[in-house]
């Protein structure tokens, strides 16, 4: 994947409070904000973001509900690239690699990434008050024909 997300065209930010309710919201929002970028639902990637962005969010309302009272998703894509980031301000960093044997959340995140050849990365506010985790998914079979005729080309 030859993008990071901050090189990525297309963006859209959307803030919700962390409620329940806000899992659906995010997940219409991002069926929908990605379809306007020509990434529809049977998209291969899709699917797996979907569940992806649900585990965070659903994680947000679960654990930063009372030191945050809104969430913030950033949708981003471009190419050979899909990336959204799920943003609260609860302090505490959950860490990257999930403990063995846990199931559920940052595991199930964690396996859907290895799957689909996608990348988390975690960043913490400068204050230290919150904390954003950035997915990236490629778009592109990175062993497809197609795509090394495309990085071979000047």
Do not use: C
């Amino acid at each position: 994947m030859s993008a990071a997300p901050e090189a990525l065209p297309h963006r859209h930010v959307l803030t919700v409070p962390t409620a329940s309710a806000s899992v659906r919201l995010a997940r219409e929002t991002a069926e929908m904000t990605y379809a306007s970028w020509g990434i529809g639902t049977a998209h291969p990637a899709m699917g797996p973001a979907l569940l992806i962005l649900s585990e965070l969010v659903t994680n947000s309302v679960r654990h930063a509900a009372v030191t945050s009272p809104s969430l913030t998703v950033t949708f981003a894509a471009g190419e050979d690239a899909l990336a959204f980031a799920v943003h609260d301000r609860h302090p505490y960093h959950p860490g990257v690699v999930p403990v063995a044997g846990h199931t559920g959340g940052l595991f199930t995140v964690a396996e859907v990434l290895a799957e689909q050849g996608g990348t988390l990365a975690l960043r913490r506010d400068a204050d230290g008050g919150g904390k954003s985790v950035w997915i990236t998914l490629p778009l592109r079979d990175p062993l497809s024909p197609l795509n090394a005729r495309t990085k071979a080309s000047p």
